[in-house]
């Protein structure tokens, strides 16, 4: 059974840095794309980087800068390093990852809350 397991969210102040990382587990498949996602409240859930197995990187706009996504494939982790985090940066933050040839799968989240 494939399973996704995020860590690293929690309580920043603005400006600061957190480091999120995702397991992928469960699987002797390849994966292909691993990307972030994050929902904040009353909002849609938004992609915020995609990586490939090949490691080309896509960001959201808004992140482009500030986040930077990797990934180990060695270690079927991918993470995402965000930094001069903002406020509406505050969401919960879902792992999600491209499994050839089995499926797409999602973590649980990690919540990521960004003070003034």
């Known amino acids: 059974q494939v399973q996704l397991v995020e860590s690293g969210g929690g309580l920043v102040q603005a400006g600061g840095s957190l480091r999120l990382s995702c397991v992928v587990s469960?699987?002797?498949?390849?994966?292909?794309?691993m990307a972030w996602y994050r929902q904040a409240p009353g909002k849609q859930r938004e992609l915020v980087a995609h990586m490939t197995s090949d490691g080309g990187a896509n960001y959201a706009d808004s992140m482009k800068g500030r986040f930077t996504i990797s990934r180990d494939n060695a270690k079927n982790t991918v993470y995402l390093q965000m930094n001069s985090l903002k406020p509406e940066d505050t969401a919960v933050y879902y792992c999600y990852a491209n499994v050839v040839a089995v499926g797409n799968y999602w973590g649980q989240g990690t919540q990521v809350t960004v003070s003034p």
């Open positions: 469960g699987t002797m498949f390849s994966i292909n794309i």
